[in-house]
Protein backbone atom coordinates (compact mmCIF):
# COMPACT_ATOMS: atom_id res chain seq x y z
CA UNK A 1 0.00 0.00 0.00
CA UNK A 2 1.32 3.38 -0.52
CA UNK A 3 1.21 6.28 1.53
CA UNK A 4 1.03 10.12 0.63
CA UNK A 5 1.94 13.45 1.55
CA UNK A 6 0.55 16.53 1.76
CA UNK A 7 -0.89 17.84 -1.63
CA UNK A 8 0.47 20.91 -2.74
CA UNK A 9 -2.26 22.29 -5.14
CA UNK A 10 -1.42 25.30 -7.35
CA UNK A 11 -2.79 27.10 -10.19
CA UNK A 12 -0.52 27.23 -13.74
CA UNK A 13 -0.63 29.87 -15.93
CA UNK A 14 -1.70 28.27 -19.05
CA UNK A 15 -5.26 30.10 -19.35
CA UNK A 16 -3.87 33.29 -17.69
CA UNK A 17 -4.22 35.42 -20.83
CA UNK A 18 -7.65 34.52 -22.10
CA UNK A 19 -9.44 37.11 -19.05
CA UNK A 20 -7.97 39.71 -20.73
CA UNK A 21 -8.14 39.18 -24.34
CA UNK A 22 -12.20 38.71 -23.37
CA UNK A 23 -12.24 42.19 -21.73
CA UNK A 24 -9.88 43.90 -24.18
CA UNK A 25 -12.17 42.32 -27.33
CA UNK A 26 -15.49 43.25 -25.35
CA UNK A 27 -14.33 46.96 -25.11
CA UNK A 28 -13.63 47.51 -28.45
CA UNK A 29 -16.93 45.94 -29.54
CA UNK A 30 -18.79 48.06 -27.31
CA UNK A 31 -16.62 51.47 -28.38
CA UNK A 32 -16.90 50.37 -31.63
CA UNK A 33 -20.15 48.79 -32.03
CA UNK A 34 -19.19 45.61 -33.80
CA UNK A 35 -21.64 42.72 -33.05
CA UNK A 36 -18.95 40.13 -33.95
CA UNK A 37 -15.98 41.59 -31.86
CA UNK A 38 -18.86 41.48 -29.14
CA UNK A 39 -19.51 37.22 -30.11
CA UNK A 40 -15.46 36.93 -30.33
CA UNK A 41 -15.14 38.29 -26.79
CA UNK A 42 -17.87 35.92 -25.85
CA UNK A 43 -16.43 33.14 -26.87
CA UNK A 44 -13.18 34.32 -24.95
CA UNK A 45 -15.03 34.74 -22.01
CA UNK A 46 -15.73 31.26 -22.14
CA UNK A 47 -12.83 30.03 -22.46
CA UNK A 48 -11.66 31.93 -19.63
CA UNK A 49 -14.18 30.82 -17.33
CA UNK A 50 -13.63 27.41 -18.89
CA UNK A 51 -10.64 26.67 -16.38
CA UNK A 52 -12.52 27.56 -13.18
CA UNK A 53 -14.78 25.14 -13.72
CA UNK A 54 -13.01 22.16 -13.95
CA UNK A 55 -11.85 21.89 -10.45
CA UNK A 56 -9.05 20.37 -9.27
CA UNK A 57 -8.08 17.04 -9.32
CA UNK A 58 -8.29 14.63 -6.60
CA UNK A 59 -4.96 12.28 -6.19
CA UNK A 60 -5.27 9.10 -4.67
CA UNK A 61 -2.35 6.58 -5.96
CA UNK A 62 -1.39 2.64 -5.00
CA UNK A 63 1.84 1.37 -5.85
CA UNK A 64 2.81 -1.68 -6.53
CA UNK A 65 6.63 -2.59 -7.14
CA UNK A 66 8.21 -6.24 -7.81
CA UNK A 67 11.89 -6.50 -8.47
CA UNK A 68 13.82 -9.10 -10.68
CA UNK A 69 15.88 -10.24 -7.52
CA UNK A 70 15.54 -8.29 -3.79
CA UNK A 71 19.04 -9.43 -2.94
CA UNK A 72 21.39 -9.56 -6.20
CA UNK A 73 25.24 -9.16 -6.61
CA UNK A 74 27.21 -6.06 -6.62
CA UNK A 75 26.97 -4.97 -10.38
CA UNK A 76 23.99 -7.28 -11.29
CA UNK A 77 21.27 -5.26 -13.15
CA UNK A 78 18.13 -5.86 -11.48
CA UNK A 79 15.01 -5.08 -13.22
CA UNK A 80 12.19 -3.32 -11.33
CA UNK A 81 8.52 -3.01 -12.46
CA UNK A 82 5.98 -0.74 -10.97
CA UNK A 83 2.54 -0.11 -11.46
CA UNK A 84 0.74 2.83 -10.52
CA UNK A 85 -3.27 2.12 -9.77
CA UNK A 86 -5.76 5.21 -9.34
CA UNK A 87 -8.12 4.75 -6.54
CA UNK A 88 -9.79 8.45 -7.13
CA UNK A 89 -11.62 10.33 -10.12
CA UNK A 90 -10.66 10.64 -14.03
CA UNK A 91 -6.70 11.70 -14.04
CA UNK A 92 -6.13 13.46 -17.23
CA UNK A 93 -2.62 14.33 -17.14
CA UNK A 94 -0.70 12.22 -14.19
CA UNK A 95 3.30 12.36 -14.05
CA UNK A 96 4.66 9.60 -12.15
CA UNK A 97 8.61 9.91 -11.27
CA UNK A 98 9.43 6.39 -9.51
CA UNK A 99 11.41 7.07 -6.21
CA UNK A 100 14.25 4.81 -7.42
CA UNK A 101 17.18 4.58 -4.22
CA UNK A 102 19.19 7.92 -4.22
CA UNK A 103 22.59 5.46 -3.99
CA UNK A 104 21.65 3.56 -7.41
CA UNK A 105 22.15 4.55 -10.81
CA UNK A 106 19.48 3.08 -13.82
CA UNK A 107 20.60 1.09 -16.77
CA UNK A 108 18.44 0.86 -18.80
CA UNK A 109 14.53 2.54 -19.25
CA UNK A 110 13.37 5.45 -17.21
CA UNK A 111 11.88 5.07 -13.73
CA UNK A 112 9.44 8.21 -15.78
CA UNK A 113 5.51 7.76 -16.83
CA UNK A 114 3.47 10.26 -18.20
CA UNK A 115 -0.60 8.86 -18.82
CA UNK A 116 -4.11 9.13 -18.60
CA UNK A 117 -5.84 6.87 -15.29
CA UNK A 118 -9.49 6.34 -15.50
CA UNK A 119 -11.10 5.38 -11.75
CA UNK A 120 -9.68 2.09 -10.68
CA UNK A 121 -7.32 1.90 -14.01
CA UNK A 122 -3.50 1.17 -13.79
CA UNK A 123 -0.33 1.41 -15.40
CA UNK A 124 2.70 -0.66 -15.35
CA UNK A 125 6.50 0.45 -16.69
CA UNK A 126 9.22 -1.26 -15.83
CA UNK A 127 13.34 -0.35 -15.83
CA UNK A 128 16.60 -1.28 -14.42
CA UNK A 129 19.09 -0.85 -11.83
CA UNK A 130 22.86 -1.22 -11.34
CA UNK A 131 23.04 -3.04 -7.82
CA UNK A 132 25.56 -2.20 -5.39
CA UNK A 133 26.56 -3.41 -2.18
CA UNK A 134 24.49 -2.30 0.35
CA UNK A 135 21.22 -1.86 1.62
CA UNK A 136 18.95 0.31 -0.82
CA UNK A 137 15.40 1.77 -0.04
CA UNK A 138 13.47 3.02 -2.58
CA UNK A 139 12.21 7.00 -1.34
CA UNK A 140 8.56 8.53 -2.36
CA UNK A 141 7.32 8.34 -5.72
CA UNK A 142 6.97 12.06 -7.02
CA UNK A 143 3.12 12.60 -8.42
CA UNK A 144 2.38 15.35 -10.78
CA UNK A 145 -1.37 15.79 -12.01
CA UNK A 146 -3.19 18.41 -13.52
CA UNK A 147 -6.85 18.70 -14.09
CA UNK A 148 -9.09 18.67 -17.17
CA UNK A 149 -7.44 22.27 -18.39
CA UNK A 150 -4.17 22.29 -16.92
CA UNK A 151 -5.01 25.24 -15.09
CA UNK A 152 -4.85 23.53 -11.66
CA UNK A 153 -1.61 21.67 -10.51
CA UNK A 154 -1.37 19.21 -7.88
CA UNK A 155 1.85 17.73 -6.74
CA UNK A 156 2.39 15.35 -4.05
CA UNK A 157 4.39 12.07 -3.21
CA UNK A 158 3.36 8.49 -3.19
CA UNK A 159 5.26 5.56 -1.20
CA UNK A 160 5.65 1.83 -0.89
CA UNK A 161 8.41 0.24 1.26
CA UNK A 162 10.62 -1.78 -1.32
CA UNK A 163 14.27 -2.71 -0.29
CA UNK A 164 17.26 -4.23 -2.58
CA UNK A 165 19.97 -5.65 -0.60
CA UNK A 166 23.12 -6.31 -2.00
CA UNK A 167 25.18 -8.26 0.49
CA UNK A 168 27.53 -11.60 1.05
CA UNK A 169 27.87 -13.75 3.91
CA UNK A 170 30.96 -12.96 5.69
CA UNK A 171 31.47 -15.71 7.57
CA UNK A 172 32.70 -15.87 11.53
CA UNK A 173 34.24 -12.33 12.46
CA UNK A 174 37.36 -13.14 14.00
CA UNK A 175 37.48 -10.84 17.59
CA UNK A 176 40.25 -10.01 19.71
CA UNK A 177 40.88 -11.68 23.20
CA UNK A 178 38.36 -9.74 25.43
CA UNK A 179 35.76 -11.75 26.72
CA UNK A 180 32.97 -12.37 29.17
CA UNK A 181 32.33 -15.15 31.26
CA UNK A 182 30.01 -16.78 29.53
CA UNK A 183 30.81 -19.68 27.41
CA UNK A 184 31.30 -19.28 23.30
CA UNK A 185 33.83 -19.05 20.50
CA UNK A 186 36.92 -16.48 21.72
CA UNK A 187 39.50 -18.34 22.97
CA UNK A 188 41.16 -16.79 25.95
CA UNK A 189 44.34 -17.58 27.50
CA UNK A 190 43.49 -19.79 30.51
CA UNK A 191 43.21 -23.38 30.72
CA UNK A 192 39.67 -25.57 30.37
CA UNK A 193 37.55 -27.48 28.28
CA UNK A 194 38.00 -25.81 24.87
CA UNK A 195 39.13 -27.06 22.10
CA UNK A 196 42.58 -25.33 21.21
CA UNK A 197 45.65 -27.64 23.27
CA UNK A 198 46.56 -25.14 25.96
CA UNK A 199 49.09 -27.54 28.34
CA UNK A 200 49.50 -30.14 30.46
CA UNK A 201 48.75 -30.43 34.23
CA UNK A 202 48.88 -32.99 37.20
CA UNK A 203 45.44 -34.97 37.42
CA UNK A 204 42.91 -33.93 40.03
CA UNK A 205 40.29 -35.32 41.12
CA UNK A 206 36.84 -34.62 39.62
CA UNK A 207 38.60 -34.54 36.29
CA UNK A 208 37.09 -35.64 33.49
CA UNK A 209 38.01 -38.72 32.15
CA UNK A 210 37.68 -37.61 28.68
CA UNK A 211 40.77 -35.55 29.34
CA UNK A 212 43.67 -37.90 31.04
CA UNK A 213 46.26 -38.23 28.94
CA UNK A 214 46.33 -42.20 28.35
CA UNK A 215 49.00 -42.77 25.92
CA UNK A 216 51.03 -41.24 29.20
CA UNK A 217 49.31 -43.42 31.18
CA UNK A 218 50.05 -46.91 29.27
CA UNK A 219 53.87 -44.99 28.87
CA UNK A 220 54.57 -43.94 32.65
CA UNK A 221 51.72 -44.86 34.67
CA UNK A 222 51.54 -41.14 35.25
CA UNK A 223 47.96 -39.81 35.53
CA UNK A 224 48.19 -36.27 33.68
CA UNK A 225 44.85 -33.44 32.36
CA UNK A 226 44.97 -32.23 29.33
CA UNK A 227 44.08 -28.31 29.27
CA UNK A 228 42.60 -26.56 26.24
CA UNK A 229 42.36 -22.83 25.61
CA UNK A 230 39.07 -21.62 27.24
CA UNK A 231 36.40 -20.27 24.61
CA UNK A 232 33.89 -17.47 26.08
CA UNK A 233 31.53 -15.40 24.25
CA UNK A 234 32.40 -11.62 23.49
CA UNK A 235 30.50 -8.25 24.13
CA UNK A 236 31.14 -6.29 21.02
CA UNK A 237 29.86 -2.89 20.36
CA UNK A 238 29.57 -1.38 16.52
CA UNK A 239 30.56 1.97 16.08
CA UNK A 240 29.92 3.91 13.47
CA UNK A 241 31.03 7.52 12.38
CA UNK A 242 28.77 9.68 11.23
CA UNK A 243 29.68 12.49 11.55
CA UNK A 244 29.91 15.47 9.09
CA UNK A 245 33.50 14.25 8.22
CA UNK A 246 32.49 10.97 7.36
CA UNK A 247 30.80 11.68 4.29
CA UNK A 248 32.85 11.30 2.07
CA UNK A 249 32.40 9.44 -1.46
CA UNK A 250 34.11 8.95 -4.50
CA UNK A 251 31.87 11.11 -6.73
CA UNK A 252 28.72 12.70 -6.63
CA UNK A 253 26.30 10.09 -7.90
CA UNK A 254 28.36 7.73 -5.46
CA UNK A 255 27.26 6.57 -1.82
CA UNK A 256 29.31 7.87 0.77
CA UNK A 257 31.22 6.16 3.09
CA UNK A 258 28.91 5.93 5.90
CA UNK A 259 26.41 4.33 3.38
CA UNK A 260 29.08 1.88 3.17
CA UNK A 261 29.67 1.68 7.38
CA UNK A 262 25.93 0.91 7.74
CA UNK A 263 25.74 -1.85 5.75
CA UNK A 264 29.12 -3.62 7.29
CA UNK A 265 27.67 -2.83 10.71
CA UNK A 266 24.52 -4.74 9.43
CA UNK A 267 26.33 -7.87 7.71
CA UNK A 268 29.07 -7.21 10.86
CA UNK A 269 25.94 -7.71 13.51
CA UNK A 270 23.95 -10.36 12.00
CA UNK A 271 27.51 -12.76 12.21
CA UNK A 272 28.00 -11.62 15.64
CA UNK A 273 24.65 -12.45 16.75
CA UNK A 274 24.88 -16.01 15.13
CA UNK A 275 27.83 -16.45 16.72
CA UNK A 276 26.63 -16.12 20.05
CA UNK A 277 28.67 -13.18 20.92
CA UNK A 278 26.67 -9.93 22.47
CA UNK A 279 26.65 -7.46 20.11
CA UNK A 280 25.55 -3.61 20.28
CA UNK A 281 25.66 -0.75 18.39
CA UNK A 282 26.30 2.70 18.40
CA UNK A 283 26.55 5.76 16.48
CA UNK A 284 28.09 9.38 16.43
CA UNK A 285 27.41 12.18 14.37
CA UNK A 286 24.23 13.84 13.98
CA UNK A 287 22.92 12.35 17.21
CA UNK A 288 23.58 9.48 19.28
CA UNK A 289 22.54 6.18 19.14
CA UNK A 290 23.20 3.38 21.78
CA UNK A 291 21.69 0.22 21.40
CA UNK A 292 23.94 -2.02 24.17
CA UNK A 293 25.65 -5.46 23.77
CA UNK A 294 22.64 -8.42 23.96
CA UNK A 295 21.40 -11.33 22.24
CA UNK A 296 18.00 -12.31 20.64
CA UNK A 297 15.31 -12.24 17.70
CA UNK A 298 14.01 -8.93 19.35
CA UNK A 299 17.70 -7.50 19.90
CA UNK A 300 18.73 -8.03 16.09
CA UNK A 301 15.13 -6.54 15.12
CA UNK A 302 15.63 -3.20 16.80
CA UNK A 303 19.49 -3.12 15.39
CA UNK A 304 17.65 -3.98 11.74
CA UNK A 305 15.34 -0.59 12.55
CA UNK A 306 18.18 1.63 13.72
CA UNK A 307 20.35 0.87 10.91
CA UNK A 308 17.49 1.79 8.55
CA UNK A 309 15.55 4.15 9.72
CA UNK A 310 17.25 6.31 12.32
CA UNK A 311 17.72 10.00 11.55
CA UNK A 312 21.68 9.69 12.92
CA UNK A 313 22.20 7.84 9.20
CA UNK A 314 20.50 9.87 6.90
CA UNK A 315 22.09 10.30 3.58
CA UNK A 316 22.52 14.10 4.04
CA UNK A 317 26.01 15.12 6.18
CA UNK A 318 24.97 16.91 9.83
CA UNK A 319 25.77 19.84 10.96
CA UNK A 320 29.29 19.83 12.93
CA UNK A 321 29.42 18.95 16.59
CA UNK A 322 31.98 18.61 18.84
CA UNK A 323 33.55 15.61 18.57
CA UNK A 324 34.61 15.77 22.23
CA UNK A 325 31.14 15.60 23.50
CA UNK A 326 29.97 12.35 20.97
CA UNK A 327 33.02 10.47 22.16
CA UNK A 328 32.68 11.67 25.85
CA UNK A 329 28.82 10.07 25.86
CA UNK A 330 30.11 6.70 23.98
CA UNK A 331 33.23 6.47 26.74
CA UNK A 332 30.97 6.92 29.64
CA UNK A 333 28.46 4.05 28.29
CA UNK A 334 31.13 1.34 27.41
CA UNK A 335 32.17 -0.81 29.99
CA UNK A 336 35.29 -2.50 30.33
CA UNK A 337 34.17 -6.12 29.31
CA UNK A 338 33.44 -4.95 25.61
CA UNK A 339 35.63 -4.22 22.66
CA UNK A 340 34.50 -2.46 19.98
CA UNK A 341 34.28 -2.27 16.29
CA UNK A 342 34.82 1.00 15.08
CA UNK A 343 33.15 1.54 11.29
CA UNK A 344 35.21 4.88 9.56
CA UNK A 345 36.90 6.19 7.23
CA UNK A 346 39.23 7.52 8.77
CA UNK A 347 38.83 10.91 7.24
CA UNK A 348 40.45 12.88 10.08
CA UNK A 349 42.47 12.19 12.79
CA UNK A 350 39.70 11.91 15.14
CA UNK A 351 38.67 8.41 15.29
CA UNK A 352 42.05 7.39 15.28
CA UNK A 353 42.64 9.06 18.54
CA UNK A 354 39.83 8.18 20.13
CA UNK A 355 40.11 4.34 19.06
CA UNK A 356 43.96 4.44 20.67
CA UNK A 357 42.60 6.31 23.87
CA UNK A 358 39.75 3.52 24.21
CA UNK A 359 42.31 0.86 23.35
CA UNK A 360 44.52 1.94 25.67
CA UNK A 361 42.07 2.03 28.38
CA UNK A 362 41.14 -1.37 28.24
CA UNK A 363 38.41 -1.62 25.46
CA UNK A 364 39.62 -4.14 22.57
CA UNK A 365 39.49 -1.96 19.31
CA UNK A 366 39.67 -2.99 15.64
CA UNK A 367 38.58 -1.08 12.69
CA UNK A 368 36.79 -1.47 9.50
CA UNK A 369 37.58 1.45 7.19
CA UNK A 370 35.85 1.18 3.91
CA UNK A 371 38.14 3.00 1.47
CA UNK A 372 36.33 5.99 -0.83
CA UNK A 373 39.02 7.88 -2.06
CA UNK A 374 39.92 5.79 -5.25
CA UNK A 375 38.94 7.97 -7.92
CA UNK A 376 42.17 9.53 -9.06
CA UNK A 377 41.64 13.40 -8.50
CA UNK A 378 44.30 15.51 -6.84
CA UNK A 379 42.44 15.87 -3.87
CA UNK A 380 40.89 12.30 -3.58
CA UNK A 381 45.34 11.18 -3.62
CA UNK A 382 46.35 13.89 -0.95
CA UNK A 383 43.17 12.32 0.81
CA UNK A 384 44.29 8.61 0.07
CA UNK A 385 47.44 9.75 1.30
CA UNK A 386 46.91 11.39 4.39
CA UNK A 387 43.93 8.20 4.98
CA UNK A 388 47.28 5.69 4.32
CA UNK A 389 49.26 7.29 7.16
CA UNK A 390 46.23 6.77 9.87
CA UNK A 391 46.26 3.47 9.05
CA UNK A 392 49.82 3.19 9.87
CA UNK A 393 49.62 5.18 12.93
CA UNK A 394 46.24 2.63 13.92
CA UNK A 395 48.35 -0.45 13.59
CA UNK A 396 51.79 0.90 14.53
CA UNK A 397 49.14 0.83 18.03
CA UNK A 398 48.54 -2.77 18.16
CA UNK A 399 45.07 -1.93 16.56
CA UNK A 400 43.78 -4.45 13.43
CA UNK A 401 42.78 -2.48 10.72
CA UNK A 402 40.35 -3.97 7.94
CA UNK A 403 41.29 -1.89 4.95
CA UNK A 404 38.28 -2.48 2.68
CA UNK A 405 38.39 -1.15 -0.71
CA UNK A 406 34.31 -0.94 -1.25
CA UNK A 407 34.42 -2.30 -4.81
CA UNK A 408 35.39 -5.90 -3.44
CA UNK A 409 33.14 -7.70 -1.89
CA UNK A 410 33.48 -7.27 2.19
CA UNK A 411 33.64 -11.06 2.88
CA UNK A 412 36.66 -11.42 0.59
CA UNK A 413 38.54 -8.66 2.34
CA UNK A 414 37.54 -9.85 5.58
CA UNK A 415 38.87 -13.13 4.88
CA UNK A 416 42.09 -11.88 3.78
CA UNK A 417 42.80 -10.26 6.64
CA UNK A 418 41.05 -12.22 9.37
CA UNK A 419 44.19 -12.94 11.16
CA UNK A 420 44.15 -9.35 12.60
CA UNK A 421 41.28 -9.70 14.01
CA UNK A 422 42.81 -12.47 16.51
CA UNK A 423 45.71 -10.62 17.60
Not at 108 to 132: D, H, M
Not at 284 to 294: I, N
Not at 346 to 375: C, F, Q, Y
Not at 379 to 391: D, F, I, M, Y
Request: proline share 5%; hydrophobic share 35%; net charge negative.
Amino acid sequence: MSEEDEEDVQRTRRWRGMTALALFAGGVGVLTNRPLVLLTAAVWVGYAAYPRLTGEPSVELEIERSLSDDAPGHGDVVEVETTVRNKSGFLTDLRFVDGVPPTLSVAEGTPRKATALRPRGATTFSYKLTAKRGRHSFVPATVVARNLSGSVEVDTTAFEKTVIECAADIGDVELRKQASQYTGRVLTDEGGSGVEFHGTREYQPGDSISRIDWKRRAQSGELITLEFREERSAKVLLVIDARQEAYVASGEDEPSAVTYSVFAADQLFQSLLASRDSVGLAVVGREDVWLPPSTGDEHKTRAREILTKSPALVPSPPRKRSDEDMFKNLMKRLDSSTQVIFLSPLADDTVVEKARRIDAHGNAVSVVSPDVTTDGSAGRKLAQVERESRLSDLRQAGIPVVDWDVEVPLAKVLAHTREQWSK
